[in-house]
């Protein structure tokens, strides 16, 4: 026997939002042809609808959002053990840094567990920091030294549950011998972690032979200013 519910003022309020949203998205859209804006608007209004039938509102409503979109982001549900089942090894295809055997993670394929020849085991979730350079904002990005940094003073320990929020790390770069390319001196300035505090991190590094050596504040100033200089006789040069 079928049931037919009765739409809520809230659906009835979802529908017509839609519907405005997908006119402005494609005006001259013709019944039944498909468009990738309105199909984004209509899949939501589907997904709202399933929720309003379950008869979620209020608090329930609110609850259910947020375990969808940890879902959407692939984050776990639940806290993650460092239990046999929930690791794949993977140390044959990974290539071993001085690491015994590499696993990554069944649960959250971002999470991986290194484990050393001393017994050691460190924990990597290379979505839990994003650097954002303070003059390109807009364009943030993963590094190593990022990660590195980030993993000695936030080290992963077990059970481990995401964040909804990344870290975000602020940094500046700059270049004092134009023969190193775009730039030879780096700064990590700061993190906003993801309960929103900002905390100064303040750790400097030179291009070195083998990759980046960490230097003191007092030579990353003498650099930066070293840099600025070389930007002025260059463009005044030209």
Not at 61 to 87: C, F, H, Q, S, Y
Not at 97 to 104: C, I, L, P, S
Not at 168 to 181: M, Q, R
Request: with cysteine; proline share 4%; glycine share 6%.
């Amino acid at each position: 026997m079928s049931f037919c519910r009765e739409k809520s003022n809230l659906e009835r309020w979802a529908e017509n939002e839609v519907a405005i949203a997908c006119r402005r998205e494609k005006p001259d859209r013709k019944d039944g042809e498909w468009d990738y804006g309105c199909a984004c608007y209509e899949s939501a209004l589907k997904a709202f609808s399933s929720l309003c039938e379950d008869g979620h509102s209020g608090f329930s409503i609110g609850l259910t959002k947020a375990i969808l979109n940890r879902l959407i982001n692939n984050k776990p549900l639940l806290p993650i053990e460092n239990t046999d089942d929930v690791w794949i090894d993977i140390s044959d295809m990974s290539g071993l840094k001085g690491e015994e055997r590499n696993y990554q993670c069944k649960r959250m394929s971002s999470l991986f567990k290194c484990v050393y020849a001393d017994g050691t085991i460190k924990y990597r979730d290379v979505d839990r920091y994003h650097g954002v350079n303070i003059n390109n904002l807009n364009e943030p990005y993963h590094s190593e030294m990022i990660a590195t940094v980030m993993d000695e003073l936030y080290p992963i320990t077990m059970p481990y549950m995401p964040a909804d929020r990344a870290f975000k790390i602020y940094t500046e770069d700059f270049l004092v011998d134009p023969a190193k390319g775009d730039y030879d001196t780096v700064g990590i300035l700061y993190t906003i972690t993801p309960s929103m505090e900002k905390v100064a991190i303040n750790r400097y590094f030179k291009e070195a032979p083998n990759g980046l050596a960490e230097i003191d504040e007092t030579e990353y100033k003498e650099r930066k200013e070293a840099a600025k200089a070389r930007m002025v006789a260059t463009n005044g040069s030209k």
